[in-house]
């Protein structure tokens, strides 16, 4: 049985932001957050209910926003 999607989205994100804390790569708690929970949302609503898939995910979009972003910064 899967867990209740607010508790999915919780457990998902605390693992994807206890992380990305651990590693250095957290950045704005604000724009974190937002692309963390952005991620998990569409995944979600495209019937997605792996913890663990969701998080890896949401790690990875917030990895190549931070990546895009500074390479925008760097062209400017």
Known sequence: MHEP???LVENSFR???DYL?????LGDPYVASSVLL???EDMIRHGERRKLLLS????DAYRRFRSERGAVARAC
């Open 5 to 7: 999607i607010p508790v």
């Open 15 to 17: 693992i994807a932001w």
């Open 21 to 25: 804390e651990r590693v250095g790569e």
């Open 38 to 40: 952005d991620t998990m």
């Open 56 to 59: 890896n995910k949401a790690i």
